[in-house]
């Protein structure tokens, strides 16, 4: 009978049904199926599209836990993989490249010593005098298509940015980083590039990076890749292969992700008027407050790091109360648990100055996202100059229309266009 199920409970109050992922509409809007997950199966067992059986966790309290507990292991070695799935999965340190020992696919102690080394080389006050040198690497982004009145977002500024920065701060000389970019971009397959092609790009990336840093060794600079050799000379030791695969880290980790926290978070603003509003009146005030707050609104918001990268279970141990065997994959849904009402305050409305904000966008623990300092400084600066230059950029397609890129970690736009009064 209507409002009933055949067994008998009233439809009011059964749950709906569990959510499909990773459809063409979760990609969309991932918000409401995690929802669901948190609500009602917090520490979820899924299919991944490659395969791959993995546990999702959702929830704000499990996750935090789950991104510092060290029976999580980041080496891929520990997954309890079918022997017929070996090289298939989409793990990425399952190619077993010399560029893949880095710190995202390593535990301590390997991992605290690499850390320690880079960390001395990667400052904040390295970070701090790069300042400069990004607004007006934002600014001539900017310059190329201010005129027209109309842009890509993702193609002419979101994406080229972050690959410069990175470029500058390794000491990759300026006339490489074109070769540089279009080598990311083939990696990220930003406009649908062949297989192949990616194979090709990890390659060419992987000789120049060998090449450079043997060419530091020799003169080295200012620059990060000859910091990493310096630290490395005091007592503690980095191979070649280590020095290329950090090289090769800081590009991937920094890469992607400041796209997407620049796209997402432009796009953010654009649908959300009163807020973009009072950022703006704020920077025409000279006012630095509510944009630093508002990047880390817009990192727990829509953050670029949907899934923090793999971590597998190294013995049996119990997780939001279900059981997790050794060798199984547990993928932390930071997007998810950014959105807990547990834990943040009408977790899905857009609150730029929203205080007491301890969201997980940059991950939790040992692994804490080592180029915060630089997204934070990327993102305001990106962010800052677009409002403040082109004050009435305005988004230029149909919301319903816009296509997601569909990889498991990250989330982002495939394209972003815009509209503006020319200037
Ligand atoms: C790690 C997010 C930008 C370098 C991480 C992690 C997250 C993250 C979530 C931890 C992953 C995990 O535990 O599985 C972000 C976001 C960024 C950003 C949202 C931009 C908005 C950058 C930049 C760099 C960078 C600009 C460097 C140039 C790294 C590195 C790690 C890392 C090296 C690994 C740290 C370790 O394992 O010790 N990031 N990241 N990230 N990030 Fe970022």
Redo the contacts with the bound molecule.
């Keep these: 009978a209507p409002g009933s199920t055949p067994a008998g409970c009233p439809v009011s109050g059964a749950a709906a049904p569990a959510p499909e992922l990773f459809t063409w509409e979760f990609a969309t809007d991932p918000y409401p199926a995690y929802a669901w997950l948190r609500e009602h199966e917090p520490v979820h067992r899924t299919r991944l599209p490659s395969g791959v059986e993995a546990w999702l966790v959702t929830r704000y309290g499990d996750a935090r836990q789950a991104?510092a507990d060290q029976r999580l292991s980041?080496n891929p070695a520990h997954h309890d993989e079918p022997a017929h799935a070996k090289g298939k999965t989409g793990i990425p340190g399952e190619r077993k490249a010399e560029l893949m020992t880095h710190?995202?696919n390593i535990d301590p102690p390997d991992?605290t010593r690499l850390?320690r080394l880079?960390s001395k080389a990667?400052t904040p006050r390295r970070v701090a005098e790069f300042a400069p040198r990004v607004q007006e690497l934002t600014d001539r982004l900017i310059d190329g298509f201010a005129a027209r009145g109309s842009a890509d977002l993702i193609h002419e500024f979101a994406f080229p940015l972050?690959i410069y920065a990175?470029c500058d701060?390794l000491g990759v000389p300026r006339e490489d980083q074109d070769d540089f970019r279009d080598w990311a971009g083939m990696m990220i397959r930003h406009g649908g590039g062949p297989r192949g092609g990616v194979a090709r790009s990890v390659k060419k990336m992987r000789g120049y990076l060998a090449e450079l840093i043997h060419r530091k060794r020799a003169e080295p600079g200012e620059d990060l890749i000859s910091g990493l050799i310096r630290a490395s000379d005091h007592g503690e030791h980095l191979t070649g292969n280590e020095a290329a695969a950090m090289a090769f880290?800081?590009?991937f980790?920094?890469f992607e992700?400041?796209v997407?926290?620049i796209g997402n978070g432009v796009y953010a603003l654009l649908r959300n008027p009163g807020q973009r509003a009072r950022l703006q009146e704020s920077l025409a005030a000279g006012e630095q407050g509510l944009l630093e707050t508002g990047v880390e609104e817009l990192?727990r918001y829509d953050?670029?790091?949907e899934l923090?990268?793999?971590?597998f279970a190294t013995e049996p141990l119990t997780l939001g109360g279900q059981r997790i065997a050794t060798g199984d994959p547990v993928l932390?849904v930071?997007a998810a648990a950014d959105r807990d009402p547990e834990r943040f305050d009408r977790p899905d409305t857009l609150d730029l100055a929203r205080r007491d904000n301890q969201h997980?966008?940059?991950?939790?623990?040992?692994?804490?996202?080592?180029?915060?300092p630089?997204?934070r400084l990327?993102?305001q600066t990106a962010l800052a100059t677009l409002l403040t230059r082109l004050p009435d950029l305005r988004l230029d397609a149909d919301p319903a229309e816009l296509r997601w890129r569909g990889g498991l970690i990250m989330r982002g736009l495939r394209q972003l266009p815009v509209a503006f009064t020319p200037a």
């Design positions: 991104l980041k710190l995202l991992h850390r880079v990667f972050p990175i701060l880290i800081l590009l980790a920094g992700t400041t997407n926290l990192l953050g670029p790091v923090a990268t793999w971590r932390v930071l997980l966008g940059y991950g939790h623990g040992v692994h804490y996202c080592l180029g915060a630089l997204a990327e993102g």
